[in-house]
């Protein structure tokens, strides 16, 4: 029982809620666990939070084999002062029982005006050094992480840059 | 910042609107609010002036003159409006006196179509406030007097005045005609004198009499 | 003299004594009250305006009519509101358009590698009035679905083009989040279908396919028309759930309605305030359009 509310509780980090009013009584939670019994008891959180389930879109030996047997990495942590993550940010995530960083490309959440808001929280795998282990992304990611992983180089001394080397499409 | 609904049209209320509704207490939630309505909506279109609480009285209201001004606005032959007459009105002949009756009643009226006061409660009772709640045009007696001719406004003191005036100048101005004529008449024929004593005391009783409604 | 006067004053008061005037009371008079009605009557209904504003434009404009909220109305600054509306007007063209519609929006953005950027997608949501008036456009570009807020009087929106206008049969389609992708993928590169000039907006009558369950919303509470299998992944238990909260009494609630709406008469004074320009700005669009479509072809030959 433990650990269907467990499972449950994570995926609430993937349940797109992308307008706050109307969305939270709804019964959420992504078809990355079919079969599992949708019980909530708390309204589902909008955050990239620990335990949020994420989805891999760059195209890593690893994170495709994530995605394909359907276990999505979940953040454990997110590298900042808040615990919540935003669009640019490194989160670790525990990925078939490894831990990696990554970067997160793509969020569920309500967005600024003209930053585009995504149907799924997209992440892409980075090794300690900010280069990503894939060689493509295959989703379009916003033009907002050039200006923030620039910053974010420049601050924590691993060069991000890399992984905007590896995108396909700007949105 | 919300879009206002575009999707209906409706005419400006001439009566006071409160920005939330009163939730009249009802077990039914809003559904039973209306229901509850509902009877004062037809209580007042059926007698046309009917004394109720203040706070059932001013919700009725604008639905009362909603129904009015959507039925002036979209006559019979909507069926829309027919619904909600259909609705509001539990006595089915009410329709016919809401398109017949109070639409050419109330067609070219520039003021609201019905009219709200104050009543006084009865004084061992309940507390809530009273009220009487009219359509306009009833067939009753006024509720507030008429004290627009009352002779101690200023306005028809200074009209009294101004008629009194006028009425002097008037006299003044026949007198001298009437002068005149005498002087060309004593001029031909010398019989007046004897007149004068006579009348001078009738004309001083008038004059009293006349200055009399002045004090 | 002054004798001839009191002669006759008598005479004459008695000839007019029953021609006074005034009759003064503090009783109301009937006569009055009963004539109060009729001269009420006999004044004519508010005088109609002088510019004719058509009855389409609420629906065309609607950010210009301001929040029914009666609380937050503020008639100055709705006025500078709607002189800011035209300002922005006036410097780009914003069309018609409606949820529903297909828009491609060029917007300004320090990010992007040529400093704009385009977005394609369809209008799934109008919201807020103003200067604050947004909408919400949609895409699925590389089997991923892209939402996007774009404020409409923005000044970083370089240019908002139109290329189908059409309606929808329901208010917003955010049920498109969770309908198969194929019905919010539109394609970046598409051509503006041009309408007839006169003809009436089409509304599309798609029906869109749903996902199967978990939904972001309960989408069988909302009594939505473009969808088309709801009833296939609803059990009884949601068709109760969903009974139990319709509100069928609020088409009756009259008062409900006018609060959330502008009456008429307030309509009317604002568009009569901002007709005449929008409609200048209407007929030098239609002009330019004009110029373009003509010029285009003799180039190329």
């Known amino acids: 029982m433990a650990q269907i509310l467990l499972r449950n509780f994570t995926r609430a980090g993937n349940a797109a809620l992308l307008t706050k ?18 019980l909530h008891t708390t309204p589902a959180c909008c955050e990239i939070r620990k335990l949020a389930r994420l989805r891999v879109v760059d195209n890593s030996d690893l994170g495709k084999r994530a995605m394909a047997e359907g276990r999505p990495p979940r953040c454990i942590h997110v ?9 640019g940010d490194k989160v670790l995530v525990a990925i078939k029982g490894q831990m990696k960083k990554g970067i997160l490309v793509g969020l569920k959440q309500k967005q600024r005006i003209k930053q585009p808001q ?7 795998l980075i090794d300690d050094n900010g280069s990503p282990l894939g060689t493509r992304i295959h989703v379009p990611i916003p033009t907002v992480l050039r200006t923030i992983l620039k910053e974010k180089t420049l601050a924590k001394g691993a060069d991000y840059t890399k992984v905007l080397a590896i995108a396909s499409r700007y949105v | 910042m919300n879009q206002a609904d575009v999707s209906k049209l409706m005419s400006q209320l001439r009566i006071a609107v409160r920005p939330t509704k009163r939730n009249l207490k009802n077990p039914d939630g809003p559904e039973g609010r209306l229901l509850k309505l509902r009877k004062t909506v037809t209580a007042l279109v059926k007698h046309e002036r009917i004394e109720l609480y203040y706070n059932r009285a001013d919700e009725a209201r604008g639905y009362a003159e909603l129904l009015i001004s959507n039925a002036i606005r979209h006559g019979d032959r ?4 027919m619904e909600l007459a259909d609705y509001w009105l539990l006595e089915k002949q009410l329709v016919h006196k809401l398109f017949k009756v109070l639409v050419p009643r109330f067609e070219n009226s520039t003021v609201s179509y019905t009219r709200m006061f104050k009543a006084p409660r009865d004084y061992p009772g309940m507390y809530y406030r009273k009220s009487v709640l009219e359509l306009r045009g009833n067939p009753y007696p006024a509720l507030i007097p008429d004290n627009s001719q009352n002779r101690n406004l200023l306005h028809n003191v200074l009209l009294d005045e101004a008629r009194k005036e006028f009425r002097r100048e008037k006299l003044a101005s026949l007198a001298n005609k009437l002068a005149a004529e005498t002087e060309n008449a004593t001029a031909s024929t010398i019989e007046t004198p004897a007149q004068a004593p006579v009348t001078d005391p009738q004309s001083e009783q008038s004059k009293q009499a006349e200055e009399a409604p002045k004090a | 003299m002054n004798i001839n006067v009191r002669i006759l004053t008598k005479s004459v008061s008695q000839q007019y004594a029953f021609k006074r005037i005034v009759t003064f009371s503090t009783k109301p008079t009937q006569q009055a009250a009963v ?3 009729p001269q009420q009557q006999e004044v004519t209904g508010p005088s109609v305006r002088k510019p004719i504003v058509p009855a389409h434009y609420r629906f065309v404009y609607p950010e210009f009519l301001p929040d029914p909220k009666i609380e937050w109305r503020n008639a100055i600054r709705e006025k500078l509101e709607r002189l800011d509306m035209l300002d922005r007007r006036r410097q780009i063209e914003l069309p018609e358009f409606y949820v529903g519609s297909i828009l491609a929006v060029t917007s300004s953005d320090p990010h992007a590698a040529g400093k704009t950027s385009r977005f394609v997608g369809i209008c799934i949501h109008r919201e807020r009035c103003g200067l604050r008036a947004r909408f919400i456009l949609r895409n699925v570009i590389d089997h991923q679905g892209i939402e996007v807020v774009y404020e409409l009087y923005d000044p970083t929106i370089q240019k908002v083009e139109v290329l189908r206008l059409e309606k929808r049969l329901d208010d917003s389609l955010f049920y498109l989040r969770d309908a198969l992708p194929e019905f919010s993928t539109f394609d970046e590169n598409m051509e503006a279908e041009p309408l007839e000039e006169g003809a009436p907006v089409p509304i599309n009558d798609i029906k869109v ?14 009594n939505l028309l473009g969808v088309a299998n709801i009833e296939q992944y609803i059990k009884d238990k949601h068709r109760k759930s969903a009974e139990k909260v319709q509100k069928p009494w609020e088409k009756f609630d009259l008062m409900k309605q006018y609060r959330a709406t502008i009456p008429e008469e307030e309509q009317k004074e604002i568009f009569a305030e901002v007709h005449t320009e929008l409609h200048t700005l209407e007929l030098q669009r239609k002009r330019n ?4 479509t003509f010029v285009k072809p003799k180039h190329l030959a």
Do not use: M
């Open chain 2, 78 to 81: 909507h069926k829309a409006t």
């Open chain 3, 289 to 292: 359009k004009r110029k373009r």
């Open chain 1, 21 to 38: 009013g109307t969305s939270c009584s709804s019964i959420t939670g992504t078809s990355a666990e079919p079969g599992s019994c949708q």
């Open chain 1, 79 to 87: 590298y900042n002062k808040r615990g919540v993550g935003l669009i």
């Open chain 3, 209 to 222: 396919v749903l996902r199967p369950r978990p939904w972001l919303e309960r989408w069988e509470r909302q």
């Open chain 1, 118 to 124: 995504f149907d799924s929280n997209n992440l892409v």
């Open chain 3, 35 to 37: 004539a109060a009605v």
